[in-house]
């Protein structure tokens, strides 16, 4: 069955620093989000990306973040300047149509420290 | 601000027992979708409801949407231990971009 794949599982970094998560989509899909959930929390909407552009976007995905598509497979989710509490498992998610349901990725687990 | 409250967040039950376990909210969703989440993983999908009132069966599993759109139910019949896992509701609302707006989650015990 098709994945939705992301990488690193779990990536540590230093306050202030930049990190890349990486999510590879299922191929035919349209749709592409990122989501995250801090420890013991709900799941929160990110951000959503269609047809190479942000959709929607909330507040929590303010001018820290940014999200690429650079060559029609890989998605990416950029954190710039990195703060604790940005610390949380970040989803990746695609689907091809609002009704159908979403595959999600395993999650980035991100630790800042 | 679209919000799905989930009711109980946590049961724990002996296996062979049934649950229900509820996802209400005050505004209207298009589609409401259940997931399952294991430990350390992501959300997996474990059925889409879009039309008020359908009924959706998977197996012992079973989902209602509301007939206004407003609520969900997922009713287990005889749990069995390999059911113990968190159980989240997600809607699809106002918005024509898909995202979903996430229940806190149910997490489930099925004792042997």
């Known amino acids: 069955e098709p994945e939705v794949t992301q990488t690193p599982s779990h990536q540590v970094t230093q306050m202030g620093q930049e990190v890349i998560l990486r999510c590879v989509p299922i191929?035919?899909?349209?749709?592409f989000y990122w989501y995250r959930q801090i420890l013991g929390q709900k799941v929160e909407f990110l951000v959503s990306f269609y047809n190479n552009e942000i959709s929607e976007k909330s507040e929590i995905f303010d001018d820290q973040f940014s999200v690429e598509r650079p060559d029609g497979s890989n998605f990416t989710l950029k954190i710039r300047s990195t703060k604790l509490e940005d610390s949380a498992m970040y989803f990746c998610a695609s689907g091809t149509g609002f009704s159908s349901g979403y595959t999600f990725g395993s999650g980035t687990r991100l630790t800042v420290v | 601000t679209q919000l799905l409250e989930q009711s109980p967040q946590f049961l724990s039950i002996q296996e062979g027992e049934n649950l229900t376990v509820y996802c209400n909210s005050s505004s209207v969703f298009s589609s409401l979708q259940w997931y399952r989440q294991e430990p350390g993983e992501g959300p997996v999908l474990l059925v889409t409801?879009?039309?008020?009132?359908e009924v959706k069966k998977l197996k012992r599993l079973t989902f209602q949407f509301g007939d206004a759109r407003k609520d969900s139910s997922l009713h287990i019949t005889a749990a069995q231990p390999g059911d113990t896992g968190l159980y989240l509701c997600a809607g699809s609302g106002s918005s024509n971009t898909g995202k979903l707006i996430f229940g806190q989650g149910t997490t489930l015990q099925v004792k042997p």
């Open positions: 409801v879009v039309t008020g009132g």
């Open positions: 191929s035919n899909h349209l749709y």
